[in-house]
């Protein structure tokens, strides 16, 4: 059962003021310059950080919720655009993504703590972003054994064969992954069939995950089952970033099927033999979904739309349709 595994009621934080985007310095240790390891003007490097607001007077108002009853959360990360907009958008609902991605800076003497403890930068948002969406349409590719868009992907070299992945203007996770060699890098290159690139497709997907489980890490702790009263043992998520990647990894081994649902357009997992009549992700949007249709029902009649008409317009039936519009 993938309920024994994983710690599926995981928790984590939403502030209720929200968050917004603040300028701030970079913090020190990435302060020098790369190539000359010199230390650059500290003022001259400002980023944006998506920072919660901290109300003024106001204890941390965080609201805690379960992001893995979410069941297509990584899905919905991967289609996140990779924007202000889109990132604050992503927060508001879901959090900031802990872990790693939350800077350790000290904070001048003025400035709201908050900021710091849990501040978080774009450009680190965006490469968790990018790199998500680089793992989903791998596994999608994989999974199709889409050929031609996988060639694009893996490289057969006369002595090795690599990952290059997609280009990106962020940074995505392996700027070129050799997965097979006929020295010591990789794979034995003759465990591979010459030309293919889906196996080898599959091992960088594989590769990919397992760098961003190390860099998130859901550990695997002993926990106290409620329900046997035994002690249990788990993945437990350490940040809302881990969660994503674990809820993938679980995905991938699970061959699990995903679908945007047609009331709020989230991801949502559908069970295999739901496939057909599951369009909504939780009860809440189905509601609201037959909701709307009641209304727009009742709209059409009172423009004088016959009921015969307003019933294939909605996909539904006469019967039900006048229910509806009495
Ligand atoms: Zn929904």
Request: hydrophobic fraction near 40%; aromatic fraction near 10%.
């Given at each position: 059962?993938?309920?024994?595994?994983?710690?599926?009621?995981?928790?984590?934080?939403?502030?209720?003021?929200?968050?917004?985007?603040?300028?701030?310095?970079?913090?020190?240790?990435?302060?020098?310059?790369?190539?000359?390891?010199?230390?650059?003007?500290?003022?001259?490097?400002?980023?944006?950080?998506?920072?919660?607001?901290?109300?003024?007077?106001?204890?941390?108002?965080?609201?805690?919720?379960?992001?893995?009853?979410?069941?297509?959360?990584?899905?919905?990360?991967?289609?996140?655009?990779?924007?202000?907009?889109?990132?604050?958008?992503?927060?508001?609902?879901?959090?900031?993504?802990?872990?790693?991605?939350?800077?350790?800076?000290?904070?001048?003497?003025?400035?709201?703590?908050?900021?710091?403890?849990?501040?978080?930068?774009?450009?680190?948002?965006?490469?968790?972003?990018?790199?998500?969406?680089?793992?989903?349409?791998?596994?999608?590719?994989?999974?199709?054994?889409?050929?031609?868009?996988?060639?694009?992907?893996i490289h057969w070299e006369p002595h090795f064969l690599c990952y290059v992945?997609?280009?990106?203007?962020?940074?995505?996770?392996?700027?070129n992954l050799v997965i097979a060699s006929e020295d010591s890098l990789g794979d034995p290159i003759g465990d591979y069939d010459r030309g293919d690139v889906v196996i080898p497709a599959w091992k960088a997907?594989l590769w990919?995950?397992?760098?961003?489980?190390?860099?998130?890490?859901?550990?695997?702790?002993?926990?106290?089952?409620?329900?046997?009263?035994?002690?249990?043992?788990?993945?437990?998520?350490?940040?809302?970033?881990?969660?994503?990647?674990?809820?993938?990894?679980?995905?991938?081994?699970?061959?699990?099927?995903?679908?945007?649902?047609?009331?709020?357009?989230?991801?949502?997992?559908?069970?295999?033999?739901?496939?057909?009549?599951?369009?909504?992700?939780?009860?809440?949007?189905?509601?609201?979904?037959?909701?709307?249709?009641?209304?727009?029902?009742?709209?059409?009649?009172?423009?004088?739309?016959?009921?015969?008409?307003?019933?294939?317009?909605?996909?539904?039936?006469?019967?039900?349709?006048?229910?509806?519009?009495?």
């Amino acid at each position: 059962m993938a309920s024994q595994l994983l710690k599926t009621d995981f928790e984590w934080p939403v502030p209720r003021a929200g968050f917004a985007w603040v300028d701030l310095p970079v913090p020190a240790a990435a302060k020098q310059s790369r190539s000359t390891g010199q230390a650059v003007n500290l003022e001259s490097l400002r980023e944006p950080y998506l920072v919660p607001i901290v109300p003024p007077g106001a204890l941390a108002g965080d609201q805690n919720y379960r992001p893995l009853d979410r069941t297509g959360l990584f899905r919905i990360l991967a289609d996140t655009p990779a924007t202000q907009e889109g990132i604050l958008e992503f927060a508001k609902e879901f959090g900031r993504l802990g872990g790693s991605v939350t800077a350790s800076n000290s904070p001048p003497p003025s400035a709201n703590p908050h900021f710091w403890w849990h501040s978080e930068s774009l450009s680190s948002w965006r490469s968790e972003i990018e790199q998500m969406k680089e793992a989903v349409g791998l596994w999608d590719l994989c999974r199709a054994g889409d050929r031609k868009a996988l060639s694009d992907l893996i490289h057969w070299e006369p002595h090795f064969l690599c990952y290059v992945p997609p280009k990106s203007q962020f940074r995505t996770t392996v700027q070129n992954l050799v997965i097979a060699s006929e020295d010591s890098l990789g794979d034995p290159i003759g465990d591979y069939d010459r030309g293919d690139v889906v196996i080898p497709a599959w091992k960088a997907l594989l590769w990919i995950v397992n760098c961003k489980l190390n860099q998130h890490p859901a550990p695997r702790q002993l926990l106290w089952d409620r329900r046997t009263l035994r002690p249990i043992s788990q993945l437990v998520p350490s940040s809302l970033i881990s969660a994503m990647w674990i809820q993938l990894a679980q995905a991938i081994t699970e061959n699990k099927n995903y679908d945007q649902c047609h009331q709020c357009g989230l991801w949502f997992e559908v069970a295999a033999e739901k496939r057909k009549d599951a369009k909504f992700c939780s009860n809440a949007c189905r509601f609201k979904a037959y909701r709307e249709r009641q209304k727009l029902a009742k709209r059409l009649h009172a423009e004088g739309m016959v009921l015969v008409q307003i019933a294939s317009k909605l996909g539904s039936d006469v019967e039900t349709v006048k229910g509806w519009v009495k």
